[in-house]
Structures are given as C-alpha cells and as structure tokens.
C-alpha cells in the first residue's frame, strides 16, 4: 500500500509540473504576442500624423489579427503585461482594452465585423490625448479644476481627429467620442446617458475603467484586479450597462487571474485560473517556499474547501515572493476562458 501511495503522489507531482509547465509556455507564448502587438502599435501612432489612411490601415491588421487569435483558440488566453515605463503606458493601455473589450463582445455573441470595429474603437479610444499637454496626463498630483475641464475634452478631440483620418467607420468614432459616457449620465463630455450610448462604447467604458483602476493614474494608485472589480461593482454599477458589467465580472471572476490573496490560513496565493461554478473559489498557485517554484502546489479551492480572506496588492509582497509568484516581471493580469465555455 505504501508503494501504491508514493506511486500516486509521485505521479500527482509529475502530472502537477506538466500543467504548470504548460501555463507557463502559454504566458510565454503570449506575452510574445503582446509585446508585438504594443510594438505594432507604437508604430501605427507614430504613422498617425505624417500617414493617417496607412495608419488606420495598419489598425484594421492589427485588431484583425487580434479577432482570429481569440477567436482561433477556445483557450484563448490574451496575457496583459503591465510594463509601467510612463511614455509608454498608453500604448500598453490600448492593447489591454483592445484585447479584454474583444473577450467581452465574444462572451456577448457580437459577429466578427461588430469584433472588429470594438477593437479598432478600443484601438484608438484615446486619440484624443494627442492634443492634452503631456504635463496634464503625466501629473502626479490631482488636476485642477480648469486642467480637469480640458482633459475631459479628449473624447471630442479624438473624434474630431478621427473624422479627419476619413476612414475610420462611424462606429468606431462613436466609441472615441462616447467611452467616458455612463449609463447614469455622469460621464463627460456631453452627460449622455442609456440609449445614447451604443454597445461598442459601453463595453470600452467598462474595460477602460478596469485597466486604469489596475494601472493607477495621476496621484491615485493602482489597485489590485479584485479591488478595482470590487469598486467597480459595489461603488459605481449605475455607471455602467449591467449586461455589460455582469458579463466582463462572470468571466474575470471576482478575483481575476493575477490577483493575489491570503487564504483563510494565512497563506498567501496567486489566482491562475477562474472556477466557473463558483467564482469566489478559483484555482490557486500556492506560495510554498520550501518547494521550488516550478513544482508550487497549484489548488482548487472548491475541493479543498478553502475561502479567500482578502486580495493584496503587489506593494504587500516581499521580493522572494514576488519572484516565486513569478510577479517580479510585473504581470498584472490576464484573462484565460472558462473551460468548456460556448462562445
């Protein structure tokens, strides 16, 4: 019988490091792709001036490829890697909203050519900030009321920049000019609220609070993934469809891969993957510094009847278990579908 169990453990641990094995070439897989992706894009925002038809032609490429690649894998898994260099963060930034938006108008059965304008809308959302003073949207501190009135300005700036491009679609232009629009009609520029407000821009508006929440901006830091899912839902839901809102929170999970936690006994974990049937109990790596990081133990919190006490945020951790949670290349969050989910 002993033999018979330290056969089963042994092949429990052999089975343990494929699977993480696997994820780990997968992150790598697609941490590749998004660094290309962000390259991509630097060069397509550089075009935009000098070349703006090729520009939106290099868009419609990228976005295009982004559709078959999610659309190509059930797995799908879009890594989102935040690399805070500060010149950089906005081509960071697109990527991410470009690649969670599609993920959300996929789980809501929105045809490949509506895919393609919520990309392209995601793609150049922020536009506008091409005519805000970098001194305003690089700020430390919080902006004045007159810096704030003419920040809030960049929806209509980028849609005025977007209609002289002269190809980009209306529906795309809508997202540029509305995705700081809310559902109550708190948003900015114009106070829009319900109808006004199509489903392309009001998925962007959902997944670009979430990005910017998680990358912190101006004197406000950035949160954990479960914070900022958590202030979004409790503090502001009016803001946003609920349909929209349900959908992106159903498949993050309330504690999205990437975010960090304490179980109930004190040990501190990193949320890999989601469990479907019960959100509030996802499947952990565990921090174990006695056993080396590519043989972590990785559980199902479902099975092993353990709750999350609370979510951390990255500033909680020392560096050894930074580097063991593999979060010292600061990877912030990403997304892999539910397994055996429809799209």
Request: aromatic fraction near 6%.
């Amino acid at each position: 019988i002993k033999d018979d169990l330290t056969a089963a453990l042994w092949e429990e641990k052999k089975n343990r490091i494929r699977v993480l094995k696997e994820r780990r070439s997968r992150l790598n897989q697609c941490s590749k792709h998004y660094t290309q992706s962000v390259g991509m894009v630097r060069k397509l925002m550089a075009h935009l001036r000098a070349a703006p038809a090729q520009a939106a032609e290099e868009a419609q490429a990228l976005v295009v490829q982004m559709v078959d690649e999610l659309t190509a894998d059930q797995e799908a898994t879009v890594q989102l890697v935040n690399l805070k260099h500060q010149d950089e963060n906005s081509y960071f930034h697109a990527i991410n909203v470009v690649a969670l938006a599609l993920v959300i108008g996929q789980k809501l059965n929105l045809e490949k050519t509506q895919l393609r304008l919520l990309g392209m809308g995601a793609l150049f959302h922020d536009l506008g900030h091409q005519q805000i003073p970098t001194q305003i949207l690089l700020k430390k501190e919080p902006l004045t009321r007159p810096e704030q009135k003419l920040y809030e300005q960049h929806p209509r700036y980028g849609a005025e920049i977007a209609r002289r491009i002269g190809t980009l679609p209306p529906g795309v232009i809508e997202v540029i000019a509305k995705h700081h629009e809310h559902a109550d009609g708190s948003g900015y520029p114009e106070g829009l609220k319900g109808t006004d407000i199509g489903l392309l821009t009001r998925i962007v508006t959902v997944v670009n609070r979430y990005d910017n929440l998680c990358n912190g901006s101006g004197s406000e830091p950035g949160l954990s993934p479960h914070q900022a899912i958590s202030r979004m839902y409790s503090k502001e839901r009016q803001s946003y469809d609920p349909k929209v809102l349900t959908t992106f929170i159903t498949n993050l999970g309330v504690y999205p891969p990437g975010t960090v936690v304490r179980l109930q006994d004190e040990r501190i974990a990193l949320v890999i993957s989601l469990n479907p049937a019960d959100l509030l109990k996802p499947h952990v790596l565990l921090y174990s510094p006695e056993i080396p990081k590519e043989e972590a133990p990785v559980l199902n919190l479902a099975e092993e009847e353990l709750t999350i006490r609370e979510s951390l945020h990255q500033s909680d951790l020392n560096q050894d278990q930074l580097e063991y949670l593999n979060l010292s290349d600061k990877l912030s969050y990403y997304f892999q579908s539910p397994q055996g989910s429809s799209r």
